[in-house]
């Protein structure tokens, strides 16, 4: 059974020049392309985006980073999509990141880490619903 996934190349990505490269690897897994924009968030929505951290010391520095420049937003389909997806692009610190992961290949720190990935399923359609509506939607 196909299920979706959702993901953000992070402005970090953008400005190193890495969205044309993590796309082709995401694909080339085998994850199909749904929903797809280049766009940037104002701070008052990557607040919104990532509000359940909003009570961490981090959260500020987040927001900062994540409105700082552009990102694509992608919603992805393939079968076991969260779970493979999370495999694909590999821990949140690419220190930690195994081999050929995605941010192992492309991150700096656990701060600017390349890519988001959601967490679940459930996190997947809210996260996907926050940037994409319906029309916007090939699958």
Known sequence: MSNRTFTMIKPDAMENGHAGAILDRITKAGFKLVAMKLTRLS???????????KDKPFFQDLVNFMSRGPIIAAILEKENAVA????????????????GTI?????????????HGSDSDENAKIEGDFFFNHFERVG
Do not use: C, M, Q
Request: no cysteine; hydrophobic share 40%.
């Open 43 to 53: 701070k008052e929505k990557a607040g919104e985006f990532y509000a359940v951290h």
């Open 84 to 99: 493979d997806f999370r495999e694909l692009i590999g821990a949140t610190n690419p220190a930690n990141a195994a081999e």
């Open 103 to 115: 941010r192992k290949t492309f991150a700096k720190s656990i701060e600017e880490n390349a890519i």
